[in-house]
């Protein structure tokens, strides 16, 4: 059955307009905004899920009170898509009472750019943010916000918004 879906899934997706087309002189014309629904956590194995990438995150596995502590949302872009190098990346930390967050985008100290150094690019098809913030209190907290990102093929940009979040044990 879950073979079944997949199939369907993929020919939905085949019949599907794309994000852009070409002129009829075969210039690319501007790119829309594309949103696809996220896959919950745990179905995909991933924090984020969508048809052209996904996004992981890792944190230490402690993090202590006051104490500096970063995490890293890391894009993938999947199948003949690759990261976006002249996107401006970007997260927007959601404001949080237990974190003070240590951002230097001239958006606030809740926001993480590419612009600052926080985006760091590992190959054509990955990159990663990374969030730094210091914790007030013990137990668990999640670094929550919105990343702006972007995806590309060979036909077509993607620009995407997506909320993630990655759970921190601060000790």
């Known amino acids: ?11 939905a997706l085949a019949l599907a ?10 210039a690319l014309r501007d ?8 896959v919950p956590i745990g179905e995909c194995g991933h924090a984020v899920c969508a048809d052209n990438f996904f996004i992981d995150t890792s ?24 990261v976006n190098d002249q996107y401006p990346y970007r997260f927007a930390a959601d404001g949080a009472k237990d974190l003070q967050f240590f951002g230097a985008d001239v958006g606030g100290k809740n926001v993480f750019s590419k612009a600052a150094g926080d985006w760091q ?5 990955s990159g990663a943010m990374t969030v730094k913030f210091a914790p007030k209190g013990s137990g668990q907290k999640a670094v929550s ?10 036909a ?10 990655a759970m921190v044990l601060v000790q």
Do not use: W
Request: charge should be positive; proline fraction near 4%; hydrophobic fraction near 35%.
């Open 1 to 11: 059955m879950k073979e079944y879906a997949s199939i369907l899934a993929a020919a």
């Open 17 to 26: 307009p794309g994000a852009c087309s070409r002129d009829a002189d075969g």
């Open 31 to 38: 790119t829309k905004h594309v949103a696809t629904a996220a």
């Open 59 to 82: 944190s230490p596995p402690g993090c202590a009170q006051g104490a500096t502590c970063s995490v890293a949302f890391r894009l993938v872009a999947t199948g003949d898509f690759h």
């Open 121 to 125: 690019k590992s190959d054509a098809k």
């Open 145 to 154: 916000g919105t990343f702006k990102l972007s995806v590309c093929s060979e």
């Open 156 to 165: 077509n940009c993607l620009l995407e918004q997506r909320q993630v979040s």
